[in-house]
C-alpha cells in the first residue's frame, strides 16, 4: 500500500464549478500536510499548507484535513481555466522527507 | 529573489552518454532533493542530501549520482547506466522552520535521441 493516494483523474469541469480534490494516507504520523500546483512543464508552486487537522482558507482555496479519517482535501471555488493544472498532495512528519500523491490532472473549460 | 535555478531547461542524451543536470539554490536551505518525473508515476525520489557533503540514495538511485561540495549546488548526473533516463527531472530544497514545503525548481526535461 502506498503511503499516500490520489486518484489521478482527469478531472474536466466548467468554468465557475466547485472543484474537490482528495488524498489518503497510511501513516497516522503524518502532521504537516501541502497542495502543490503544476503547469504542465513547470515545477510545482506551493499552494496551502495545513498543520495537523483543521481548515485553511486563502481566497478561492479551501484545505481541510481530517487526521480520524486520513484524508485530506483542496477545494477550489468559482474555478477559472488558469486553475488548469496538476495538483499534488503532499505530507510528511517530522523529518525532511515529503510523501507525495500521484497528482491529479484538473481541466477548467470556458 | 530567493529560489532554485535548475539547467538546462532541455537537455538531450546520446546512448552511453553521461549527462550532468545543474540546480543552484540562494534560499540557504540545507536539505537539497532530487526527484524524477513520468507521466502517471508521481514523484519519485532519486536522491538527497541533508547538509554539505553528505546524501542519501532514495528510491530509484540506480544510473545516478550526485555531489554536495556547497551548500547551494546539488548537481545530479544520469550516467549511461541509466537504461530509460527520458523523464522531466526536479530538483527541490527545504529549509524547515514555520515553513512547511519544499520550494522546486522549474525542471529540466531530458530526452534520449
Given at each position: 500500500?502506498?503511503?499516500?493516494?490520489?486518484?489521478?483523474?482527469?478531472?474536466?469541469?466548467?468554468?465557475?464549478?466547485?472543484?474537490?480534490?482528495?488524498?489518503?494516507?497510511?501513516?497516522?504520523?503524518?502532521?504537516?500536510?501541502m497542495?502543490y500546483r503544476q503547469y504542465?512543464?513547470k515545477g510545482p508552486e506551493l499552494?496551502?499548507?495545513?498543520?495537523?487537522?483543521?481548515?485553511?482558507?486563502?481566497?478561492?482555496?479551501?484545505?481541510?484535513?481530517?487526521?480520524?479519517?486520513?484524508?485530506?482535501?483542496?477545494?477550489?471555488?468559482?474555478?477559472?481555466?488558469?486553475?488548469?493544472?496538476?495538483?499534488l498532495?503532499a505530507?510528511?512528519?517530522?523529518?525532511?522527507?515529503f510523501?507525495f500523491?500521484?497528482?491529479?490532472?484538473?481541466?477548467?473549460?470556458? | 529573489?530567493?529560489g532554485i535555478t535548475q539547467?538546462?531547461?532541455?537537455?538531450?542524451?546520446?546512448?552511453?552518454?553521461?549527462?550532468?543536470?545543474?540546480c543552484?539554490q540562494?534560499l540557504?536551505h540545507?536539505?537539497m532533493y532530487w526527484y524524477?518525473q513520468?507521466?502517471?508515476?508521481?514523484l519519485?525520489?532519486?536522491?538527497?542530501?541533508?547538509?554539505?557533503?553528505?546524501?542519501?540514495?532514495?528510491?530509484?538511485?540506480?544510473?545516478?549520482?550526485?555531489?554536495?561540495?556547497?551548500?547551494?549546488?546539488?548537481?545530479?548526473?544520469?550516467?549511461?547506466?541509466?537504461?530509460?533516463?527520458?523523464?522531466f527531472y526536479l530538483c527541490a530544497s527545504f529549509?524547515?522552520?514555520?515553513?512547511?514545503g519544499y520550494t522546486f525548481g522549474s525542471g529540466t526535461?531530458?530526452?534520449?535521441?
Open positions: 500500500q502506498k503511503e499516500v493516494e490520489q486518484d489521478p483523474g482527469p478531472l474536466s469541469v466548467p468554468e465557475g464549478a466547485i472543484v474537490s480534490l482528495n488524498c489518503t494516507y497510511s501513516n497516522s504520523a503524518f502532521q504537516y500536510f497542495w504542465s512543464r499552494l496551502m499548507y495545513t498543520y495537523s487537522s483543521g481548515n485553511k482558507e486563502d481566497g478561492r482555496f479551501t484545505a481541510q484535513v481530517d487526521k480520524s479519517s486520513k484524508y485530506i482535501s483542496l477545494f477550489i471555488r468559482d474555478s477559472q481555466p488558469s486553475d488548469s493544472a496538476t495538483y498532495c505530507m510528511r512528519y517530522t523529518g525532511n522527507q510523501y500523491g500521484t497528482g491529479t490532472s484538473l481541466t477548467v473549460i470556458p | 529573489d530567493g539547467s538546462p531547461k532541455y537537455l538531450f542524451r546520446k546512448e552511453g552518454q553521461n549527462v550532468t543536470l545543474s543552484e540562494n540557504n540545507d536539505a524524477r513520468d507521466p502517471g508515476q508521481g519519485r525520489l532519486i536522491y538527497y542530501s541533508q547538509i554539505v557533503n553528505d546524501f542519501q540514495k532514495g528510491d530509484i538511485a540506480e544510473g545516478y549520482s550526485v555531489s554536495r561540495e556547497k551548500k547551494e549546488s546539488f548537481p545530479l548526473t544520469v550516467t549511461s547506466a541509466q537504461k530509460n533516463p527520458t523523464a529549509g524547515g522552520g514555520s515553513y512547511y526535461r531530458l530526452t534520449v535521441v
